[in-house]
């Protein structure tokens, strides 16, 4: 990971402001005065502030303690405290009206649905923590769960959560070798998983990379095997069991494991640019209370939302966002099994109406595939049931937030641009929506008890609109505690750039209303005449224009300028690559952005090499642009077959 040694030049202007509707700030949870009240009070005191915001959790036994940072940097919240994650985003809603509210309404990609209650949900949990407890699992055990988005996914998760045992959720799309690596790193005792899932009207095989897998995975004992596409699996006698026959066993009577605040909860895996992957670790507290207050103010929760987050349960965003979050707080989660173009590319906006999804939290990289789809799919659908958008995972460009804006939220929803990471456990950076005017491109402000600045390479925070380096200047609940195995990583990873700060390898800038814009992460930054530039506002530039669907941007080495800028770009359906386009690009970005920025070449690509959470992998990029071949972890690609395709084109 580079480090700060320059500041990022910014040049990407944003004048729109979108205040949001009276009526919504009406009957918002957080308005504009309550956000400030409770932003100065964190500020001023902090551990007070979350003490009380803690109080919205089931503690069996409470803390004494609200932080212990003295041995910074490893972070202790709500010290001596015990509760359990199973039982407070379950156990605690069955006393009163939700025990029979839907808890997740499931569409499965061929169109099978099916409908939990909490009741229901809480039931399965026990009958599957009862089972892993017969198969020898306890507390502080590694269980891999390798799964479909079903929610028996929801069910293993919570069911580890029960009896103390860590989840390491990887995702259903990766290979055979990264289950096993991820295995054998955590020294998994068991892992779970389907006999296939449904993508895009196939079943992918996850039996067969788990058997695969476990051929290189010593530490594994039993696999668990549901049975979600009827398709024939070899079962491996004394090793292999089927999801059924365990439950058909279990007794549903299972207390929740009291746990201390700080037991780990889960692992998670996520790419180094280089090297192998991290295992993020997060504990039960602090990672519930973030999750779950972050998902009630950030979404403005009310008890009648159907709300679906799109992403999958293998990433943080499915943790927090899809289990963690929503079912602490009691909501009626969508989940959907499969792509968004099967049958057809409106299936999104099918199951909202069919839902009448109320809020709606998708990906930057998914919007972009709409746009390139056409505005009939979305046009096609009643989706008046809408009253919030939300986007995450990387910078959302102006235009595809204007997009998303006009054509599925009817200009009506707000949009709340989430900044966050698999380490920060929860959203840090995003508007209050009932509090705060949106700006298409920018998270806007901290969430009140988060103090993320923009630092130059000494630590000082930059002028207004100068670029530089987004910091965590204090710990917050839901923080990583360390990387699974390697505590040296974790520190110089995060913690020895500056001293006592979280360092979170983006870069952004604050605007003169205090609007935090993140531009990217610092390792894809342009070096071009000796300034850095965005490529993330190059992107935009080039999104802007009416032909241009996504753009991925890169450095190539260049002996006058340092780096000369290449440009990967896919077209909206309808437009042919020719040289006058690649021209009209060129001097489309100079008027957006100057001369400056003046592409050196556009290469036009079906597709862009993205990572499984749909992230655009520029490194693999960089190394197409300067004819190198790829070096370091391509586990996390989606598609291999992209980088051989751009490496054709370049023949
Ligand atoms: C939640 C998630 C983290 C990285 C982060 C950024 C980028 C995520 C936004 C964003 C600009 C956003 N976790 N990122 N959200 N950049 N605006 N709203 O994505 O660990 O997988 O990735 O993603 O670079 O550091 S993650």
């Not at 923009?454 to 990387?483: E, Q």
């Not at 952005?593 to 862009?608: H, M, N, S, V």
Request: charge should be negative; hydrophobic fraction near 40%; aromatic fraction near 8%.
């Amino acid at each position: 990971m580079s480090s700060p040694e320059k500041n990022i030049t910014s040049v990407l202007k944003e004048t729109r402001v979108f205040p949001p509707s009276a009526d919504f700030v009406a009957a918002s949870l957080v308005d504009a005065k309550e956000r400030d009240r409770l932003a100065e009070w964190a500020k001023r005191d902090p551990d007070a502030f979350w003490a009380e915001q803690a109080k919205s959790l089931h503690w069996t036994k409470p803390w004494t303690q609200v932080l212990d940072w003295s041995n910074a940097p490893h972070a202790k919240w709500f010290v001596g405290g015990q509760l359990n994650a199973s039982e407070n985003c379950l156990d605690r809603h069955l006393t009163g009206p939700r025990k029979n509210k839907a808890a997740i309404i499931f569409e499965g990609e061929p169109g099978d649905t099916r409908t939990l209650t909490y009741q229901q949900l809480h039931r399965e949990v026990c009958k599957f923590a009862n089972a892993l407890k017969l198969l020898g699992v306890g507390k502080g055990d590694r269980v891999t769960i390798y799964m479909p988005m079903v929610p028996e996914a929801a069910i293993a998760m919570l069911a580890c959560a029960r009896i103390g045992a860590m989840h390491s959720v990887v995702f259903g799309g990766f290979s055979a070798d990264a289950v096993a690596d991820r295995n054998n790193d955590a020294k998994s005792k068991i892992i779970i998983t389907a006999d296939g899932g449904w993508r895009r009207g196939k079943v992918v095989p996850l039996k067969a990379n788990v058997d695969a897998a476990l051929e290189k995975s010593p530490t594994v004992e039993k696999c668990i095997v549901l049975n979600r596409c009827n398709t024939a699996v070899e079962m491996k006698h004394g090793r292999d069991l089927w999801w059924h026959d365990l439950m058909a066993a279990g007794s549903q009577h299972c207390p929740a494991e009291p746990l201390d605040s700080e037991h780990p909860l889960f692992i998670l895996y996520t790419s180094g640019s280089t090297g192998k992957p991290k295992g993020v670790l997060h504990t039960t507290g602090g990672y519930l209370l973030g999750s779950s207050l972050t998902h009630k103010w950030v979404f403005d929760l009310k008890e009648d939302d159907v709300y679906w987050c799109t992403a999958d349960v293998g990433w943080i965003t499915g943790h927090s966002y899809i289990v963690y979050g929503p079912l602490c707080n009691g909501s009626t989660i969508v989940m959907y099994e499969g792509a968004p173009n099967q049958p057809k590319e409106d299936r999104f906006w099918e199951i909202i109406e069919k839902y009448q999804v109320s809020v709606f939290y998708t990906a930057p990289t998914a919007i972009r595939a709409f746009i390139k789809w056409g505005d009939h799919h979305p046009k096609g659908h009643d989706l008046s049931s809408l009253r919030l958008l939300g986007s995450v995972g990387e910078p959302i460009n102006p235009e595809a937030w204007m997009w998303y804006h006009k054509l599925i939220g009817g200009e009506r929803c707000p949009i709340v641009d989430t900044w966050w990471q698999t380490e920060t456990g929860a959203i840090m950076i995003a508007p209050l929506p009932g509090a705060i005017p949106t700006k298409p491109g920018s998270a806007t402000k901290p969430l009140p008890g988060i103090e993320a600045e923009v630092v130059d390479k000494s630590g000082n925070a930059v002028p207004a609109n100068s670029g530089g380096f987004l910091v965590v200047k204090r710990p917050w609940p839901s923080m990583m505690r360390t990387i699974y195995g390697d505590d040296e990583r974790y520190k110089t990873t995060y913690w020895s750039h500056y001293d006592g700060i979280y360092f979170t390898a983006d870069g952004a800038r604050i605007d003169d209303d205090g609007y935090i814009w993140v531009m990217g992460r610092v390792d894809d930054v342009l070096n071009v005449s000796g300034h850095r530039l965005s490529t993330m506002e190059v992107e935009s530039a080039l999104v802007n224009h009416p032909k241009v669907a996504e753009a991925a941007v890169v450095g190539k080495p260049d002996d006058l300028k340092g780096e000369g800028i290449v440009c990967f770009v896919t077209l909206k359906q309808g437009n042919e690559p020719t040289d006058a386009l690649k021209a009209e690009l060129k001097a489309h970005v100079v008027h957006n952005i100057g001369a400056l920025a003046r592409p050196d070449d556009i290469k036009f690509t079906e597709t862009l090499p993205k990572t499984r959470s749909g992230k655009i992998m520029r490194r693999f990029l960089r190394d197409v642009a300067a004819g190198r071949q790829s070096t370091g972890d391509a586990t996390t690609l989606e598609d291999y077959t992209v980088l051989a395709k751009l490496r054709e084109d370049e023949e």
